[in-house]
């Protein structure tokens, strides 16, 4: 016999769709939320004898990191197989295999290691349908079908949430054995597009309710939501690039996430701070004092950023002329161009800074004002007082 535990998400449910394909009936699965996991493994053993256990995309804390090295050394058939850089100590173990890039550099999925680890113990036979399906949730789980514009790596995802589990684990398993290549059904297809609709209609209302918050060394974006929080924390992450990174904050879960769109930023050291962890771009804590502090008393009583006008036909962004933004402080500031540099002037007067191209001086600009592109009839009503004048 063998069980398999895995986490709750795409990822997590891929390697108990492979370990189905694989094991068929000799396989039992459990999905579990990270804090739900160790339960789980002192359950097994406590309980449970002869049976081969796989524990895919989630670590153990420290106390069943030992019980389990003891069941293994007393001959338990025991493997763990994770690609979060927080548990590649387990590497020092026979049983573990903690894999964050692979040979050529890409990044791994706890689903396409499994996979892998599958067919290298001919657990499981290579076939192009289940290859297509495991490179999918691997680009989903890993951002990767965001650079490669794969968006039906995001539609399975969307899928995945749209069925309850159990369903989309049968649903898969039957098309994985039945058809040379993967895909979406007629049905599947016509639904998906009606979703997309919904998240993009979501991510409008939060945008209108994100509010910066300098955290430590960092700015943060930070959104109160409880849905489609991978989608959200892209989208406003590349809204805001002036941002180091978007926190979402899930009340009624007591959970937050983390996302950045930045190469130089790690979020999984920010949940660090707050017992979490994750990946360098999407890391994720449970809500503790510090954070709920921080987060949620600290952000409170702050007004949303500002969006910047977005049918303007004259006061438009990187125009050498002059753009105009404004400030809650009702301040004035002109971004334009003066031989090689760009200039900021507030409220009529030089800054002191200069700039080397718009993007940067519009980045000084949101990050310590958070100013927005003012709209068409203000710039005019400004040229008109300034040629008074
Ligand atoms: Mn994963």
Partial sequence: MYKLLSHNDLDGVGCGILAKLAFGDRVKVRYNSIGGLNREVEWFLDNVKDTFLLITD???????????????????????????????DFNDYDWGHVVVEDEEGN????????????????????????????ELVRQYDTWEWEKYENEKAQRLNSLFFLVSMDEFEETMIRRLQSSDHFYFDEFEEKILDMEDDKIDRYIRRKRRELVQKKVGELYAGVVFAESYHSELGNQLGKDYPHLDYIAILNMGGRRMGFRTIHEEIDVSEVAARFDGGGHAKAAGCSMNDTAFNLFVEG?????????????????????????????????????FQEEEHWIIKKNDEKMEHSFSNFMNAEFFLKRYYEAWLARDDVFVKYLMDRVKN
């Fill in 299 to 335: 952000t409170f009583h702050l007004e949303p950023l500002r969006e910047d006008a977005r049918r303007n036909r004259f006061n438009v962004k990187d125009s050498s002329f002059g753009a105009l933004y404004q400030s809650r402080s009702d301040d004035i500031f002109l971004i």
């Fill in 58 to 88: 989630l670590s153990v804390n420290e106390e069943n990191e030992k019980r389990l090295d003891d069941y293994y050394k007393q001959g338990g058939k025991l493997k763990l197989i994770d690609h979060h850089k927080t548990a590649l």
């Fill in 107 to 134: 990044a791994t999925s706890a689903t396409s290691l499994l996979y892998e680890y599958l067919i290298k113990h001919k657990y499981l036979e290579q076939k192009d349908a289940i290859t297509e399906f495991v």
